[in-house]
C-alpha cells in the first residue's frame, strides 16, 4: 500500500507501479586557467521525485468525492511521510508536486500523482544503545546513509569545569558546559541543539555534530560522568 502523511491513498485510488527519480547528484564545479575539465569543490544530493499512474472508480459523483478526499489528504504545507508499497519499513519526506490532471473515461478518471522527496534518503528502523557512566561501548549502524546521532544523559554530572561530553571513534567530541554539577542534557545532531535541563544551550566551541555512517563505530563518556543513550534512525538511499 501507498501511504502519505498516514492516509493509505490504495483506499480512493488504483495506482500503476512507481516512477522513480532518484539519487539526483548535484555536483558543484569550477573551471581551472590551463586545466582539462572541470574541478570538483562538493557533491550534494538535490530534490527526486516518485510518480503514480492513479485511477478512481465509480460514478462520477463517487469519482469527484474520492477526489476530493484525495485533495484534502495532499494539502499539505510541508514535508510528510511517504511510505512505499515495495519497502513498508521505510518512509520518505515528501511532499505533493504540481497538479492532477484528469483523463475522464466512461468508468474510471485517470490521472498522476507526484511527490517531491526533499531529502535524498529514506528513514527506517530507529536504534539506541547504553554508555555507561564513564565507560565506552561500540555500535553498528545499518543503511546506506549516514545518520545523526542523539545523546541523552538523565543525570550528568560535569568534571572539574563542569563540562560533560562524549567522543566518537576516538576523534570527534560533542560536549556542553553544565549550567550546575549535576543536570539533564541532551544532545540532538539532527537537530542540532543542546539542552540542560529542558533549556537550549551550546555545545562547545571545540565540539561538532556526530554523524554517523554505516558500519562499527565506538563512541565514550570521556568528560563528566553518568549514564546515557544513543540513539539514531537508519538512513536508505
Not at 532518484?22 to 558543484?28: A, F, K, M, Q, R
Not at 510528510?80 to 519499513?89: A, H, N, Q, S
Not at 504540481?98 to 535524498?120: K, N, Y
Amino acid at each position: 500500500m501507498l501511504m502519505f502523511d498516514n492516509h493509505n491513498l490504495e483506499d480512493l485510488l488504483v495506482l500503476g507501479s512507481p516512477s522513480f527519480n532518484i539519487i539526483n547528484s548535484v555536483p558543484n564545479t569550477i573551471d581551472v586557467s590551463s586545466r582539462d575539465g572541470e574541478l570538483v569543490q562538493e557533491v550534494r544530493y538535490g530534490s527526486s521525485s516518485i510518480t503514480f499512474q492513479a485511477a478512481v472508480v465509480g460514478t462520477n459523483t463517487e469519482k469527484r468525492n474520492k477526489l476530493s478526499q484525495l485533495a484534502m489528504w495532499l494539502d499539505v504545507d510541508e514535508p510528510k511521510r511517504l511510505v512505499l508499497p515495495d519497502t513498508p519499513d521505510r518512509y520518505y519526506l515528501a511532499i505533493p508536486d504540481g497538479s492532477l490532471e484528469i483523463r475522464r473515461l466512461i468508468d474510471a478518471d485517470f490521472f498522476v500523482v507526484t511527490f517531491r522527496i526533499t531529502e535524498p534518503a529514506a528513514y527506517g528502523a530507529e536504534q539506541s544503545i547504553t554508555i555507561p557512566s564513564g565507560g565506552s561501548t561500540s555500535f553498528s549502524v545499518d543503511g546506506t546513509y549516514k545518520t545523526a546521532l542523539k545523546v541523552t544523559c538523565a543525570q550528568a554530572t560535569g568534571n572539574a569545569n563542569n563540562l560533560w561530553g562524549v567522543r566518537l571513534d576516538n576523534g570527534i567530541v560533542m560536549r556542553c558546559e553544565l549550567p550546575i554539577s549535576s543536570c539533564a542534557i541532551t544532545l540532538d545532531s539532527e537537530s542540532r541543539t543542546c539542552r540542560a535541563n529542558n533549556t537550549n544551550t551550546q555545545i562547545t566551541l571545540a565540539s561538532d555534530w556526530f554523524f554517523a555512517s554505516p558500519g562499527t563505530h565506538s563512541i565514550k563518556n570521556d568528560v563528566g560522568s553518568g549514564e546515557c543513550v544513543v540513539s539514531w534512525t537508519e538512513r536508505w538511499l
